[in-house]
Antibody
Framework: EVQLVESGGDFVQPGGSLRLSCAVS????????MNWVRQGPGRGLEWISY????????YYADSVEGRFTISRDNAKNFLYLQMNSLRVEDTAVYFC?????????WGQGTLVTVSS | EIVLTQSPGSLSLSPGERATLSCRAS???????LAWYQQKPGQAPRLLIH???SRAEAIPDRFSGSGSGTDFTLTISRLEPEDFAVYYC??????????FGQGTKVEIK
């Protein structure tokens, strides 16, 4: 069974940092590109980052460029999102999703709350 | 950035009725790279349709997608109780960022 399980969400103050993880199982991780997508409270969905199989090609949405860093560990079947300089507007449920640009399947999400 | 506008914002229907959801793009979506997702409260989105009209695996045939260019439609032929949810369209063409519509909520009348 294909599974994506996010973790690492927490309550953090503005300007703080968090590292999200996505543990993958049930498929060959090195055959697929990966993404992070977020959903703010009562809001729609926003794609925020993509990473290819090797980690050589990475894309970010403008809203997180320069603050967030996507990475992957192909030996451990993990996807990561390092989030720095967090803002109140980064408050959201963060989902990892198998790519490339068609998101299927998704993890269950992890909640990040940024507030003072 | 391709902006996707979904209409209506919400739809109030009874089980057994037909639902027609619209998604309009601000510019043409390349090679019909348009998907539809279903999201229920507290759950992750689930892929329903890709390539504008191809059903994802295990999706019932009461769900169908159509359209091309800038105008796309998701039709649910006969609503089942489990179909009441929020539906999002998404473009995944060559133009970044990949974007979603704001969603259409299908609720029970």
């Amino acid at each position: 069974e294909v599974q994506l399980v996010e973790s690492g969400g927490d309550f953090v103050q503005p300007g703080g940092s968090l590292r999200l993880s996505c543990a993958v199982s049930g498929f060959t991780f090195t055959d697929f590109t990966m993404n992070w997508v977020r959903q703010g409270p009562g809001r729609g969905l926003e794609w925020i980052s993509y990473i290819d199989i090797s980690g050589d090609t990475i894309y970010y949405a403008d809203s997180v460029e320069g603050r967030f860093t996507i990475s992957r560990d192909n030996a451990k079947n993990f996807l990561y999102l390092q989030m720095n300089s967090l803002r109140v507007e980064d408050t959201a449920v963060y989902f990892c999703a198998r790519g490339p640009a068609l998101f299927h399947p998704w993890g269950q999400g992890t909640l990040v709350t940024v507030s003072s | 950035e391709i902006v996707l506008t979904q209409s209506p914002g919400s739809l109030s229907l009874s089980p057994g009725e037909r639902a027609t959801l619209s998604c309009r793009a601000s510019q043409s979506v390349s090679t019909n790279n348009l998907a539809w997702y279903q999201q229920k409260p507290g759950q992750a989105p689930r892929l329903l349709i890709h390539g504008a009209s191809s059903r994802a695996e295990a999706i019932p045939d009461r769900f169908s997608g159509s359209g091309s260019g800038t105008d796309f439609t998701l039709t649910i032929s006969r609503l089942e109780p489990e179909d009441f949810a929020v539906y999002y369209c998404q473009q995944y063409g060559s133009s970044l960022p990949w974007t979603f519509g704001q969603g259409t909520k299908v609720e029970i009348k």
